[in-house]
């Protein structure tokens, strides 16, 4: 069975890795993933699956679904890039275009191994028999509008039985880390405009504001938890230096590895922002643009992807591969990547630092950490059963985010992880399919790491997609060309 669907994705090599690469060149930011969003629904619906687009209030929103009955398996494929990261597939920095986006996370390969998974589970279950239901997420804006925890507010998610999601990586693995919750808000400041040196005294400085509630945030985190972390830009701070701005805007990130640890650390923040009204002179307005929770690890499927990462087994390389791996690590400074492994505390991590490629399947290492960063498929991990595994795509030690990420993600060695990926789902999907107990361990254990507690959706009602700033943050990236 799982055969079958395995042998699909070989014989379908080809059009599976032209979807990632024309997405890969797409390279549109969250909630504008119109081409790519478009390509991945259209496969998806040639090869029968029902498609409901612009789902969660997202036109670039979708699900796309097969079958009837239980259980429901929920696959979830993401597909926004990140400004300023325009790359060449070369190992060299290289722009295809100056200032353009880039997929530095790998989300064209994330889209296009969830699609591809998804159309093969379907292929072997109309082969063999199998009644129940896998369910595509086509999932907009993980980077920066946490897409998924709308498309979880709109009651997407429930009834599927349990979920699985790909995201390319430096390892091939399932770990069972947590991931940090996060708020993501912006705060606007209104003032009052007058000359600065001819009538400062009729002015009243937004800038001011902005400022001082940075300075309060700032000695704020001495007394908060170690591992939260807060960071803010200042988006708009002022014309000019004889003017007293009316109007300034920061943006902040905040933090936590629980969701009611970054509650209390908001809560206190806003509170900052009232005291820099006070001192200030001004008022300002609150935009909450999206927040998620903590990620929730499964061990049992931890060891169902790893199971069949090993069965498939893991891709091998080329000479002009590794070489291509190998300039690409040049680039990333010794010591660099010594902290990076010793910081996510890598397993034997002497023993990789002459390693490019990671070529074998290892064991999650992780389990009871929170990884620093944040992610909206925590908010599915607390509706349902989920795993997001990783497949070796980027060169061990390179930076998240960079311009080392986008050329693997264009290249070859972008696309045995792809290929790779895409077998992974479709066989543990299948054995989530047909074998019960696996389901049914899967639940107990979601429902004994819930302890009781009850998800909350972090977006409060009246919020929609924040769909006009990121149209808006669109048309700057163009200008930037």
Same mark, same amino acid.
């Given at each position: 069975?799982?055969?079958?669907?395995?042998?699909?994705?070989?014989?379908?090599?080809?059009?599976?890795?032209?979807?990632?690469?024309?997405?890969?060149?797409?390279?549109?930011?969250?909630?504008?993933?119109?081409?790519?969003?478009?390509?991945?629904?259209?496969?998806?619906?040639? %090869?029968?699956?029902? $498609?409901?687009?612009?789902?969660?209030?997202? *036109?670039?929103?979708?699900?796309?679904?097969?079958?009837?009955?239980? *259980?429901?398996?929920?696959?979830?494929?993401? @597909?926004?890039?990140? *400004?300023?990261?325009?790359?060449?597939?070369?190992?060299?920095?290289?722009?295809?275009?100056?200032?353009?986006?880039?997929?530095?996370?790998?989300?064209?390969?994330?889209?296009?191994?969830?699609?591809?998974?998804?159309?093969?589970?379907? $292929?072997?279950?109309?082969?063999?028999?199998?009644?129940?239901?896998?369910?595509?997420?086509?999932?907009?804006?993980?980077?920066?509008?946490? #897409?998924?925890?709308?498309?979880?507010?709109?009651?997407?998610?429930?009834?599927?039985?349990?979920?699985?999601?790909?995201?390319?990586?430096?390892?091939?693995?399932?770990?069972?880390?947590?991931?940090?919750?996060?708020?993501?808000?912006?705060? %606007?400041? @209104? #003032?009052?405009?007058?000359? =600065?040196?001819?009538?400062?005294?009729?002015?009243?400085?937004?800038?001011?504001?902005?400022?001082?509630?940075?300075?309060?945030?700032?000695?704020?985190?001495?007394?908060?938890?170690?591992?939260?972390?807060?960071? @803010?830009?200042? !988006?708009?701070?002022?014309?000019? &230096?004889?003017?007293?701005?009316?109007?300034?805007?920061?943006?902040?990130?905040?933090?936590?590895?629980?969701?009611?640890?970054? !509650?209390?650390?908001?809560?206190?923040?806003?509170?900052?922002?009232?005291?820099?009204?006070?001192?200030?002179?001004?008022?300002?307005?609150?935009?909450?643009?999206?927040?998620?929770?903590?990620?929730?690890?499964?061990?049992?499927?931890?060891?169902?992807?790893?199971?069949?990462?090993?069965?498939?087994?893991?891709?091998?390389?080329?000479?002009?591969?590794?070489?291509?791996?190998?300039?690409? #690590?040049?680039?990333? &400074?010794?010591?660099?990547?010594?902290?990076?492994?010793? +910081?996510?505390?890598?397993?034997?991590?002497?023993?990789?630092?002459?390693?490019?490629?990671?070529?074998?399947?290892? /064991?999650?290492?992780?389990?009871?950490?929170?990884?620093?960063?944040?992610? /909206?498929?925590?908010?599915?991990?607390?509706?349902? *059963?989920?795993?997001?595994?990783?497949?070796?795509?980027?060169?061990?030690?390179?930076? #998240? %985010?960079?311009?080392?990420?986008?050329?693997?993600?264009?290249?070859?060695?972008?696309?045995?992880?792809?290929?790779?990926?895409?077998?992974?789902?479709?066989? =543990?999907?299948?054995?989530?399919?047909? +074998?019960?107990?696996?389901?049914?361990?899967?639940?107990?254990?979601?429902?004994?790491?819930?302890?009781?507690?009850? @998800?909350?959706?972090?977006?409060?009602?009246?919020?929609?997609?924040?769909?006009?700033?990121?149209?808006?943050?669109? !048309?700057? =990236?163009?200008?930037?060309?």
């Amino acid at each position: 069975m799982k055969e079958r669907a395995w042998r699909w994705i070989e014989e379908n090599r080809d059009r599976i890795i032209e979807i990632s690469d024309r997405i890969w060149g797409y390279a549109e930011l969250g909630l504008v993933e119109y081409r790519s969003s478009k390509l991945l629904a259209d496969e998806l619906e040639r %090869h029968d699956f029902r $498609v409901e687009r612009g789902v969660a209030g997202m *036109p670039t929103a979708f699900v796309a679904t097969w079958g009837s009955g239980r *259980p429901v398996i929920g696959i979830m494929g993401e @597909y926004d890039a990140l *400004p300023g990261l325009s790359q060449k597939p070369v190992p060299y920095k290289e722009p295809l275009e100056e200032g353009a986006p880039g997929h530095g996370c790998g989300h064209n390969i994330h889209g296009t191994s969830g699609m591809a998974g998804a159309i093969a589970v379907k $292929v072997a279950m109309e082969a063999a028999g199998i009644s129940g239901t896998v369910k595509f997420f086509g999932c907009p804006a993980e980077e920066n509008y946490d #897409g998924k925890v709308f498309m979880v507010r709109a009651g997407l998610f429930d009834g599927v039985d349990a979920c699985l999601s790909h995201h390319p990586g430096q390892v091939n693995t399932a770990r069972l880390g947590s991931s940090n919750a996060m708020n993501s808000v912006k705060f %606007h400041f @209104y #003032g009052k405009a007058s000359h =600065a040196a001819g009538s400062p005294e009729q002015g009243r400085s937004a800038l001011d504001a902005v400022e001082l509630m940075n300075i309060g945030v700032n000695y704020m985190r001495e007394h908060i938890i170690d591992k939260a972390r807060i960071h @803010y830009v200042i !988006e708009v701070g002022g014309g000019q &230096p004889n003017v007293v701005p009316d109007y300034a805007r920061s943006w902040y990130y905040i933090r936590a590895p629980e969701r009611d640890q970054v !509650e209390e650390i908001y809560e206190w923040v806003l509170r900052i922002a009232d005291g820099a009204d006070l001192m200030a002179g001004t008022t300002h307005r609150v935009e909450f643009l999206g927040g998620c929770y903590n990620l929730l690890p499964n061990r049992t499927l931890s060891e169902v992807v790893l199971a069949n990462m090993r069965e498939i087994g893991p891709p091998r390389y080329t000479e002009e591969e590794l070489e291509f791996a190998r300039r690409i #690590g040049e680039t990333v &400074p010794r010591e660099q990547k010594r902290d990076a492994l010793r +910081r996510i505390r890598f397993p034997n991590w002497e023993r990789y630092m002459d390693v490019d490629l990671v070529q074998e399947v290892i /064991d999650p290492w992780d389990e009871g950490m929170v990884m620093p960063a944040s992610t /909206d498929v925590g908010d599915v991990s607390w509706k349902a *059963p989920t795993m997001e595994f990783g497949t070796t795509t980027f060169v061990l030690g390179t930076p #998240g %985010h960079s311009w080392q990420a986008v050329a693997c993600a264009g290249m070859s060695i972008g696309h045995k992880s792809l290929l790779f990926a895409a077998k992974t789902i479709a066989g =543990a999907a299948l054995d989530l399919l047909t +074998r019960s107990e696996l389901l049914r361990r899967a639940q107990e254990e979601f429902r004994e790491r819930l302890k009781g507690r009850t @998800y909350r959706s972090p977006i409060p009602e009246e919020v929609r997609p924040p769909l006009e700033v990121a149209r808006a943050a669109a !048309e700057a =990236a163009k200008r930037k060309r």
